[in-house]
């Protein structure tokens, strides 16, 4: 199934044409922010798509993690240009050890929600696994393993990652950070990357509520 059948079916099971889905990178990181996004697609200009060229480009569209780095860096920007609205929220490890990650993510997908409603149009927001907290039940809907199901969800988790990835490269341009090799790990808690946190200690980037990171403080 294209995963834009979703949108598709969903608009008419609703009536609805505006229709965004909301995802998250990051959110078990030990290093860097998390990121979220939104992408809010025209069902109408979707069902136009299926007699273009485009659709060849769109049907290509899935679950970030299942696609080259390269392919999702050209998904994105084809995403940014053809979706009726986007944004991307970036909520940083400070504002997660001191809120926890579970507020932030919720805060995120919040913002995210309400920057389309404030500055676009939306009609009805799909999830990833979770339900926003402040946005009411009737306009949204969590789906179990969504960025392989909803064309938005899947789109937001593609704009999402490349922004994140390029950021934690970019960090690791840094004389600070070249030690810590976020360009290759991205923040995640690979074996590597706890052995450098365990050797040099953890940077202004780490999150200092995260094991093994937490403990590690602890016993210094």
Do not use: W
């Amino acid at each position: 199934m294209n995963l834009m059948d979703y949108e598709l079916n969903l608009s008419q099971e609703k009536s609805i044409r505006f229709i965004g889905g909301i995802d998250e990178v990051g959110r078990g990181c030990l290093a860097g922010p998390l990121v979220t996004a939104i992408v809010v697609f025209d069902t109408e200009k979707l069902t136009e798509l299926k007699e273009q060229e485009q659709i060849k480009t769109i049907s290509q569209i899935k679950d970030s993690k299942k696609l080259t780095e390269k392919k999702r860096e050209e998904l994105s920007e084809f995403i940014k240009n053809y979706a009726y609205f986007f944004h991307i929220q970036e909520t940083s490890n400070q504002i997660i050890d001191e809120i926890n990650i579970a507020k932030s993510t919720n805060n995120s997908f919040l913002e995210n929600f309400l920057a389309a409603k404030n500055n676009s149009q939306i009609d009805f927001v799909l999830t990833d696994a979770f339900k926003i907290k402040g946005v009411e039940e009737s306009l949204q809907k969590s789906l179990i393993k969504g960025d392989n199901t909803s064309l938005s969800i899947a789109a937001a988790s593609i704009i999402a990652k490349v922004y994140r990835d390029n950021l934690m490269k970019e960090h690791s341009k840094t004389e600070e950070y070249k030690i810590y090799e976020f360009e290759k790990h991205k923040g995640y808690g690979t074996a590597a990357h706890i052995e450098i946190i365990k050797r040099c200690g953890p940077s202004n980037l780490h999150r200092k509520s995260f094991e093994p990171i937490k403990s590690l403080l602890i016993q210094n």
